[in-house]
């Protein structure tokens, strides 16, 4: 069992940047692969980042590719997104996800992860 609970959202002009943290309680961190999603309301949620269980495979949306930027700290059971140069469509709620598979390969979907946080709302003006 994994508790996820992201933190560091806010309001952010677009070019800025925003670090938004996602710390987990519970045994064996590092033998989940993460993920972060983000939701629009009346949008489905969306797969934005993920990082394998020790880090060393990442795999990106699109959308984000060249500005976002996943990391982990197993020590501190806590993954990282950092959000450079942020645009308006980047606002969302984010939502962080732990997965049993430790390095996923396969096309990103909501499925493969089985903990969710609560979300942490990111607001890029313009």
């Known amino acids: 069992q994994v508790q996820l609970v992201e933190s560091g959202g806010g309001l952010v002009q677009a070019g800025g940047s925003l670090r938004v943290s996602c710390a987990a309680s519970g045994r064996a961190f590092n033998t989940y692969s993460m993920g972060w999603f983000r939701q629009d309301p009346g949008k489905e949620r969306e797969f934005v980042a993920r990082?394998?269980?020790?880090?060393?495979?990442?795999y990106y949306a699109d959308s984000v590719k060249g500005r976002f930027t996943v990391s982990r700290d197993n020590a501190k059971n806590t993954v990282y997104l950092q959000m450079n140069s942020l645009k308006p469509e980047d606002t969302a709620v984010y939502y962080c996800?732990?997965?049993?598979?430790?390095?996923?390969?396969?096309?990103?979907?909501?499925?493969?992860?089985?903990?969710w946080g609560q979300g942490t709302q990111v607001t890029v003006s313009s």
């Open positions: 996800a732990a997965s049993r598979i430790l390095s996923i390969t396969t096309s990103p979907s909501i499925i493969q992860y089985n903990y």
């Open positions: 990082i394998s269980w020790n880090g060393v495979t990442t």
